[in-house]
């Protein structure tokens, strides 16, 4: 079976979300040294639990319907439900000023000058999906030199686009997402999206 990605319903508004990096590392403890020791598997990833607003019964079979569908296997490409947009100033249309190495958090990037990004903010590169480390401010050649808490999973080449305005990226489901209707309404919807890896 092959994936497909399907959008996020434009209709289904999410009233709660708790947001996390996922790392991927492996701690045990050392007879040794009687402390921890940590391997580092690289690969973290974001984490949305979501929950919606309640909605209609006549709503309910469209709702189950787009669960359903993804049968554990297939991709929802939806932005993070926190922070749809940037809080900082960045605008039109930036790109990567130098290329950028698989596993790299340092970032060049050339926009206007004097244009922010504020910690927290997201953008997304092509396929990859980044959250700015630190509040940080461009140059007044509008060179912007900044840190990102995840790492690039794959080497970015220099000029790509930089998306700012409602980044979005891939997820998946990792549990199954019923569906109850109650007194004529279907109860809010509480599922977890793993940011898929492309």
């Known amino acids: 079976?092959?994936?497909?990605?399907?959008?996020?319903?434009?209709?289904?508004?999410?009233?709660?979300?708790?947001?996390?990096?996922?790392?991927?590392?492996?701690?045990?403890?050392?007879p040794c040294t009687h402390g921890e020791s940590y391997v580092d598997y690289l690969g973290e990833r974001f984490v949305q639990r979501i929950r919606t607003i309640p909605r209609t019964r006549d709503e309910a079979p469209a709702m189950s319907a787009f669960f359903n569908r993804l049968l554990g296997v297939h991709w929802v490409s939806a932005p993070n439900f926190a922070?749809?947009?940037?809080?900082?100033?960045?605008a039109g249309s930036p790109v990567?000023?130098?290329?950028?190495?698989?596993?790299?958090?340092?970032?060049?990037?050339?926009?206007s000058a004097d244009a922010?990004?504020?910690a927290g903010d997201c953008f997304a590169v092509g396929a990859q999906f980044f959250e700015v480390a630190e509040d940080v401010v461009a140059n007044g050649s509008g060179v912007m030199a900044l840190q990102t808490t995840n790492r690039a999973r794959a080497a970015m080449s220099a000029n790509a686009a930089v998306v700012w305005n409602s980044p979005t990226t891939t997820w998946s489901l990792r549990e199954a997402v019923p569906i109850l209707q109650q007194d004529g309404i279907v109860e809010a919807i509480e599922c977890e999206l793993w940011q898929a890896w492309e």
């Open 116 to 118: 922010t990004f504020l």
């Open 83 to 90: 922070l749809r947009t940037r809080r900082g100033t960045v």
């Open 1 to 30: 079976m092959s994936v497909q990605t399907f959008s996020w319903p434009a209709g289904l508004f999410v009233q709660s979300v708790a947001w996390r990096l996922a790392p991927n590392v492996r701690a045990f403890p050392s």
């Open 96 to 111: 990567l000023t130098s290329s950028v190495a698989q596993g790299a958090q340092a970032f060049s990037i050339t926009t």
